[in-house]
């Protein structure tokens, strides 16, 4: 169970409520694709991604970007039970798809890095260690169904 | 990981664009990581204060930036090049190196703040791969 201060709780409803989903979302995935491949393994199906260009041209990709960031609504919507609100999700991430926790902590980064490119020096030290708080929250409530 | 030329010259491309802002970036980034990762205070326990944006973060900061600047000039050979700075964290300052990643993670945010156009993905490859080498 995480706790969360009052303007912690702020910080986090007022990024989410200005972020533009469909455009971070593909620079995030498309950017932890380019600069961890190895992270492309869980993607074989989504055709080209041959190289920089051509992931970030990718449709696929794309789309699963901005499904990825929705993702985050969930921990949103229960900031006081994160876990709970990513039991499914995690076992998904554990059973179905096998999908290495420690790449978890690699989309995550890519997201923090393209969220400081779009607000600039808005994005303050205090402003990303909540975000990063936020994420590391998630990031261990994704984690707990595996075994 | 061994970097090439592309990433060479992608690290030296950048390079040219950022340095004239490497005292603010220094700044800025060792100050996001007190702030971001306190854990990493205890490495400052000797300075009167460890606050964000104080004199001490300033000067150290633009120390941190110069060792950038230098393994960006041995590129070519970082492990011949770095040496006595790796021997300095390893024996002198016993600097966990975990906490090199978290330092290097605070340095591409703020990259990505100051410089968002030029931080594209193949910048931070190439970037990531050297700040880790």
Sequence with gaps: MVNWTKTEKATITDIFSHLDYDDIGPKALSRCLIVYPWTQRYFSG???????????????????????LHGLDLGLKKMDNIEAAYADLSSLHSEKLHVDPDNF?????????VLAAKLGSAFTAETQATFQKFLGAVMSALGKQYH | ????????????????????????????????????????????????????GSIHIKEHGKKVMGGIELAVSKIDDLK??????????????????????????????????????????????????????
């Design chain 2, 1 to 52: 990981m061994s970097l090439s030329d592309k990433d060479k010259a992608a690290v030296r491309a950048l390079w040219s664009t950022i340095s004239k802002s490497s005292d603010a970036i220094g700044n800025d980034a060792l100050s996001r990581m007190i702030v971001v990762y306190p854990q990493t205070k205890i490495y400052f326990s000797h300075w009167p204060e460890v606050i964000p």
């Design chain 1, 105 to 113: 902590k690699l989309l995550s980064d890519c997201i923090t890095i």
């Design chain 2, 80 to 133: 011949t090049g770095l040496f006595e700075l790796s021997e300095q964290h390893a024996f002198k300052l016993r600097v966990d190196p975990g906490n090199f990643k978290i330092l290097n993670h605070c340095i591409l945010v703020v990259i990505a703040t100051m410089f968002p156009k030029e931080f594209t993905p193949e910048a931070h490859v190439s970037l990531d791969k050297f700040l880790s080498g």
């Design chain 1, 46 to 68: 989504f055709g080209n991604l041959y190289n920089a260009a051509a992931i970030i041209g990718n449709a696929k990709v794309a789309e699963h970007g901005i499904k990825v």
